[in-house]
Structures are given as C-alpha cells and as structure tokens.
C-alpha cells in the first residue's frame, strides 16, 4: 500500500505561478515512477508530467515549456512548478505513483486559474 499526500493547489491568476508537492509513503523499498494527472469538469482525467525512476520525465503538450516536474529532497517525493498559469490548467490535479504493478492516487488539489 502507497499513500500520497498532495499539498499545494489553490487560487492563481493568469500567468501566475504555483508548486504542487506530493509525498509517498508506506512500505516503498525503492524509488518509484511519479506523476500528476489532471481532471477537470466533464474531461476526462490526463497525464501531466512523469518522473521515472531514473529521472526522466513526459509531459504533455499542453504544459511544456510551462511546467516542471523534479524529485524532491525526501525519497519519493515530487514537486510540479507550474508557470504561466491560463484557466484551461484549471482542474483537481493528482498525483500518481506505481508500484510493484500497481497505480495509487492522492486525493486531489484544486488548481484554479480565474482573474
């Protein structure tokens, strides 16, 4: 069992920045493949951006050049800065790990970019 704990979302202008964080725990023996999805309401949930074990990431289209995903100082845990906020990156944002064939989930930040 992996538990994520999420922290960061909240209210941001257009063009404005915030960092999502995310923290893994449990009885993890190895660092493990992180990432943040997104929802926002009546879509589907998407991919963001992945970190692999080795430190290679994905992203997707719509928040390259904008968005960062990197590791965090504590093992297994993943921060995303994002920039350049619009109000299409509105959406309850999760963050994601798997492990040993298994895909865990936290429970979800609201990430809301409104003037």
């Known amino acids: 069992q992996v538990d994520l704990v999420e922290s960061g979302g909240g209210l941001v202008q257009p063009g404005g920045s915030l960092r999502l964080s995310c923290a893994a725990s449990g009885r993890i023996f190895s660092v493990i493949p992180m990432g943040w999805y997104r929802q926002a309401p009546g879509k589907q949930r998407e991919l963001v951006a992945g970190?692999?074990?080795?430190?290679?990431?994905t992203y997707a289209d719509s928040v390259k050049g904008r968005f960062t995903i990197s590791r965090g100082n504590a093992k297994n845990t993943v921060d995303l800065q994002m920039n350049s906020l619009k109000p299409e990156d509105t959406a309850v944002y999760y963050c994601n790990a798997r492990y040993v064939g298994d895909d865990f989930w936290g429970q979800g930040t609201q990430v809301t970019v409104s003037s």
């Open positions: 970190i692999s074990t080795s430190g290679s990431t």
